[in-house]
């Protein structure tokens, strides 16, 4: 108990696992995005090769009496339908020309012919070595028209205009939530599965992602590598660190607020607000408490416990924010209202849905 007391004050991992509202926020996990970013290579791919015909095309001459756009469709379907089609015999895949079979096939292969002559990095085609080469001349074609940002990919680009919009396309099926990336929403699926694929080596501890697990082998490692400018004390995170340098902003002030308590406990759990400290770790993702109802609450994503169970319908529920949230379904309650358009709802969180405040937080 000394020593995770000990380890408990410097033991919050904000940037890959942390807990508000009695509730997970979502942390994008390196391992689950590989995917993702595989995805945006081939849709940058296919984009290129889409701008590369267009400019090569000859010009056409067309009749002034256009078809309808829906007769134009059909015609344009029936057109593709009767292509010849040029098919993997390993996998069954089908293509419309030589040349996409022939990309295709270096799957199978494993040939790679397009190196890239300053990392030595290979790649299937050469759009995907010219998309890579952005990362070495710092191209970037893509400007943000709302923050004036410059990014170098198409797919990138993309996932940056949903900070602006509030567009969550990923939505999880079991609990509503949506997310803006699809990585993220895999990693967010681990806490309804119970998944944790990543496992410390030395004492067997399971994480559901792998910053957890890096941050966790600090304790292993002894490594401290965030530093104080003021003071020379250094921790394992770099979310401690700021929580310590909270004590140096306060030093020539009065830490006095005003609150009242009854008992002096309390006023000491009062008290860890203004000094940062939290001495209850989750052994499981290290994340840190300033009082342990709230680590207790907080056990229940890794148990599964659920102790409150509506008697309307009979569903259990682990937390209790949640619960109440869950009964104002059945009570028709909105407490919630838009300052904007008057529109109320059940949760808090739906008033960041509503369109036009993303619209207006950006004229």
Known sequence: MAFIKEESEDMKIAETF???HEDTEEQTDPMALKEENQELKENEHKDQYEETCFHNRRKSFSCSQKMPENTLSQKRA?????RRRFTCQQCGKSYTNKNSLKFH???HTGEIPYTCQQCG???IRPASLKVHMRIHTGEKLFTCPQCGKN???KGHFIIHMRTHTGENPFTCQQCGKSFSRKGILKVH???HTGENPFTCQQCGTRFNQKGNLDAHMRIHTGEKPFVCDQCGKSFRFSV???QHMRIHSRENSEMNCGKCYTNKGSLRVHMRVHTGEKPYMCQQCGTSFNRPTSLKRHTRIHTGEKPFTCQLCGKNIGQKGHFNDH???HTGENPFTCQQCGKSFSRKENLKSIPHNDKAKFQ
């Open 189 to 191: 699926m681990r806490i």
């Open 78 to 82: 029936q057109k593709i339908g009767t």
């Open 105 to 107: 096939m270096r799957v």
């Open 151 to 153: 990014i170098g990919q």
């Open 121 to 123: 990095k290979s790649f």
């Open 18 to 20: 942390r807990v508000k």
């Open 327 to 329: 009964m104002r379904i």
């Open 240 to 242: 401690a660190l700021n």
